[in-house]
């Protein structure tokens, strides 16, 4: 059977290919920029089968009312999901999917790196460099970082990104404070066993350790938060005023989980004040960053580090037609699963599907 599909952005020409190997009437929206709702909506209404989207494309109670009945699949190529109202979905019987697993290691280490690059000044060093203002090797002029192996770093949500950031870290001999609402004993004894077998072999120089602690407790005692939590009311704004005041001022603050986690006025605040001594950010709460940001005041580029929602952003990992390997791969299949009706046409079986508890 031919089914009609609309992809809001070209997600990786190998994957679309598996899409019209199969004969589907597959139509790719070719801009850089995001199609826009009212041109999401025309397609639906038109009575499209499949919808492949992004994390940039509103897919609100609107567009799943349109798509009521005719509409099949939303095949959402990321691992988060803020974008689509998962409540209307449900309401009108429409599957939806995304690509978890795939991007997790790629977004870890990129976390871990922006740890790096902000702890140990990598931007401002290289503008010494560029901009001919390194006249001389002295011991501490004209700026220091403060070095990351030994020291303690928070996870905040130990999901799969937070947990394979924290086996990352493992290997720079950190303490790690785990935060999650969902207590894992399992996963902590497992890092532990890793920092020993690290110690027994005489590649640390200290016992290092790793516990399961509260969100305020890992606040108080981490040189480094990472935050790796999914975008939920009860996340918005989980670093406020109150949090940042918390931490220490030495502290550094890394997201790469979704710009809303972090209230940016207060964040702000926190770095002119230096309530903490930096931060490195991948999400905003508006994306792209609009112009008259005040995370773009000068003042803080020193200590403030910020990505264009890079993190997953990997040649593999963005565009491998493998669903074991690449988002595009695994985003296509979840199309693929639905409209085929693999899993014998059990949505709740389905490995990419969400929101299994609508079917
Ligand atoms: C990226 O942020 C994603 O959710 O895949």
Known sequence: MSFR?????????????????????????????????????????G???????????????????????????????????????????????????????????????????????VSRKLYPSERIVRENRWSTWHPFLPILGDEVTGKTVAVIGTGRIGRAFAVKCTGFQMDILCCDGVEDRTFVSG??????????????????????????EALERADYVSLHVPLLPETYHLIDAGALR?????????????????DEQALCQALKERWIAGAALDVFEREPLPEDSPLRDPELTDRLRMFHHFA???????????????????CVQGLIDVLEGNYGGDLRQMPYVVNKEAF
């Open 47 to 117: 009575g499209i089968d499949g919808l492949i989207t992004t994390l940039r494309d509103p897919i609100d109670r609107e567009v799943f009312e349109a798509g009521r009945g005719t509409l099949r699949v939303v095949a959402q190529d990321a691992v988060g999901f803020d974008n689509i109202d998962r409540q209307a979905a449900n309401d009108c019987g429409i599957p939806f999917t995304n690509t978890a697993d795939v991007l997790t290691h790629a977004t870890a280490e990129f976390a871990f790196f922006l740890l790096g690059a």
């Open 191 to 216: 890092l532990q066993e890793l920092l020993d077998t690290q110690s027994s072999l005489g590649l640390s120089r200290r016992r290092c350790s790793a516990s399961q602690v509260s969100f305020e």
């Open 312 to 330: 997953s952003a990997t040649r593999e990992t963005r565009l491998s037609p493998d669903p074991e390997i690449g988002m595009a791969g695994r």
């Open 246 to 262: 918390r931490m220490k001022q030495s502290a550094y603050l890394i997201n790469t989980s979704r710009g809303p986690v972090v």
């Open 5 to 45: 599909i609309f992809a809001t952005c070209n997600i990786g020409e190998d994957a679309l290919d598996r899409v019209r190997e199969l004969g589907y009437d597959l139509e790719v929206f070719a801009e850089q920029e995001p199609p826009g709702k009212a041109l999401i909506l025309e397609r639906v209404r």
